[in-house]
């Protein structure tokens, strides 16, 4: 395979916590704020599938965020995200999960932000919530520090702490006391204390769902959080940290050569932008064009497009919405008859069926109807998939694998017969557990359909599979004079 290198490796670092809740990803949206605004270039990736935040770094950063699952990626996979992330970016900051030990499984380090920092060499800044504590803080210090075996943390910031009166800025009375102590207990010091935040922190959860929109944020708190990290972290000592991250080699510095320019049109507004944003990374490194698109607003796809990518949607918000637009739902299924390429995935897919219910037993909304049946919401509960194609189709020959995540919210009942398009399912997805899920429908040569939410990154080879079945043909599809 042709490969390409991207040049240098630039300064990371991991902001982790002792465990979930403690604020970390406030503490990094602040950051990744207030650096923007200074002009740094900044990179984001999660740790795990939180979906959610990275479509918020997304905003702040104006890059796409990556995301490090170690259930869906490899080592060497890994590599090649952190690779790709950097591209272009000065610094690359990286969320982490749940606690810094909290592994994949009960007692097991794998997948958890220790295990990915010493994997890739990367320092990690803890996060503590201190509220509550006092001399006691140093117990829990003591522990952090001494089950660092490899020495990742490299900085500890507190969280919540209380101001007194006459506190301002970085001059707090509650942290001179709690660094005091842990001078005469010979532990690390608190680099920096955030207090209590003045605002109610909207942060979204880390579980990834699509019935209801939670990265919809004012700018307002982005700027608060900004301010308000700023004047208690010192963000030179966080660059300064990030430096120390061992740079990555050579090797892992090429990735796959690009391919011949396309244009792939992607589902992107309101309702439509779940999904791992390394798909469209990749698929803007291989050689697309990505054009956006509102299946809200939109009456034609854009022009000259040769593949359309629906992603995950929020379907429960703006279904009613979304089914009067006759239109678009047109327009999308003419280019899937004149043979353009198309991939959707999560309740983007449920968009595409003949029609799909916003509860069960109530009513039927119209759909596009290129996947010939309903789609009706199920009980949900997010799961690791890995999907391995049966048939050759725009995303690879048989036996391609893709991992990625179930959130379990949608399926399909009652195919359609006769004259209609037939429902093909080309892939077998099963969970860690050995369990068979509903798999990924192929009703037309070109197209590729799944519930499930896919990460190119485990597999790169997908992306150049769609990205080389959308440069076949470009079509117009649309009666627009002007180009999207």
């Known amino acids: 395979m042709n490969v390409t290198s991207i040049g240098r490796s630039v300064p990371r670092v991991i902001i982790g916590g002792v465990s979930s809740g403690v604020g970390k990803s406030l503490i990094m949206t ?59 970016a000065e610094l690359l900051l990286m969320d982490g999960r749940g606690g810094m030990y909290d592994g994949s499984a009960p007692g097991d380090l794998f997948g958890s932000d220790a295990d990915l920092a ?46 007194l009166e006459g506190d301002s800025g970085s001059s707090n009375q509650t942290l001179r006391a709690l660094n005091e102590h842990l001078d005469t207990c010979g532990l690390p010091r608190f680099m920096g204390g955030v207090p209590v935040a003045p605002f109610e922190s909207p942060i979204p959860p880390s579980v990834c769902s699509q019935y209801e929109n939670v990265t919809s944020i004012a700018r307002d708190f982005f700027l608060d959080a900004a301010s308000l990290v700023s004047q208690h972290i010192n963000l030179e000592e966080i660059q300064a940290i990030a430096a120390l991250a ?72 703006y279904g009613q919405e979304l089914s009067k637009n006759e239109s678009i739902r047109n327009a999308l299924a003419r280019f899937v008859d004149s043979g353009g390429a198309l991939f959707s995935e999560g309740a983007g897919t449920a968009f595409l069926c003949k029609s799909f219910q916003l509860k069960v037993g109530g009513p039927s909304l119209p759909g596009v109807g290129i996947v010939p049946a309903e ?87 997908v992306a150049r599979a769609f990205v080389h079945a959308a440069s076949v043909k470009p079509i117009t599809g649309s009666s627009q004079e002007e180009e999207n």
């Open 118 to 163: 010493a994997l890739t060499k990367t320092p990690l800044v803890l996060v503590v919530d201190v509220e509550g504590f006092s001399h006691s803080i140093a117990a829990l210090i003591k522990g952090y520090s001494e089950f660092d075996t490899k020495g990742v943390i490299q900085g500890i910031i507190a969280n919540r702490i209380p101001m």
């Open 30 to 88: 602040g950051i990744v704020s207030h650096l923007r605004q200074q002009g740094v270039g900044v990179s984001c990736c999660v740790v795990g599938s939180a979906l959610h935040q990275g479509l918020i770094y997304n905003r702040l950063s104006r890059r796409y965020s990556h995301t490090l699952d170690r259930t869906l990626l490899d080592a060497d996979r890994v590599f090649q995200t952190l690779a790709q992330a950097q591209i272009g």
């Open 375 to 461: 789609a009706v919401p199920t009980p949900h509960e997010q799961t690791v998939i890995a999907a391995s194609m049966v048939e050759d189709t725009i995303l690879g020959p048989p036996g391609t694998v893709i991992r990625g995540i179930s959130t379990g919210e949608w399926n399909v009942r009652g195919m359609m017969v006769g004259n209609e398009r037939s429902l093909v399912n080309v892939s077998r997805i099963t969970a860690p557990d050995g369990r068979s899920l509903s798999g990924a429908f192929s009703p037309s040569a070109q197209s590729v359909s799944t519930f499930h939410l896919l990460h190119f990154g485990s597999n790169p080879e």
């Open 246 to 317: 061992e740079p990555i080699s050579e090797s892992h510095l090429q990735l796959p050569a690009s391919l011949a320019n396309c244009r792939i049109a992607v589902a992107e507004d309101s309702c439509f932008n779940i999904g791992y944003q390394d798909n469209l990374a990749w698929l803007s490194y291989l050689g697309a064009e990505l054009v956006p698109f509102s299946p809200l607003t939109d009456r034609e796809l854009p022009r000259r497009i040769g593949g359309v990518y629906v992603t995950g949607a929020y379907l429960h918000s």
